[in-house]
């Protein structure tokens, strides 16, 4: 069966950094286009970042760019996002996915990031 499983959410203070980690399963990890997005209460899920297969290309949305590098270790099946100089609008569930956009056909259960002080 096909899974993904985020970790590394929490609370931090604004400026603050975490990574958050997705552990692949059940599917052929290292061909996909893989990708982190993220929902808050009564808003639509916001793609943030997407990386290819080969992570030969990552790309991010402006409101994170310059502060988020999304990377993978295709040989662990594991997706990584780093986010940096952390601000209280970071705060959401943040999914990984395999696939982006509509073209996303596997989301993982998400994990918390809370930025407060």
């Known amino acids: 069966e096909a899974q993904l499983v985020e970790s590394g959410g929490g609370l931090v203070q604004p400026g603050g950094s975490l990574r958050l980690s997705c552990a692949a399963s059940g599917f052929d990890f290292s061909s996909s286009v893989m990708s982190w997005a993220r929902q808050t209460p009564g808003k639509e899920l916001e793609w943030i970042a997407y990386?290819?297969?080969?992570?030969?290309?990552?790309d991010y949305i402006g409101s994170v760019k310059g502060r988020a590098t999304i990377a993978r270790d295709n040989a662990n099946n594991t997706l990584y996002l780093q986010l940096n100089n952390l601000k209280t609008e970071d705060t959401a569930t943040y999914y990984c996915?395999?696939?982006w956009g509509d073209g996303s056909t596997l989301r993982g259960q998400g994990t918390q990031v809370t930025v407060s002080s």
């Open positions: 996915s395999k696939g």
């Open positions: 990386i290819t297969a080969t992570s030969s290309r990552a």
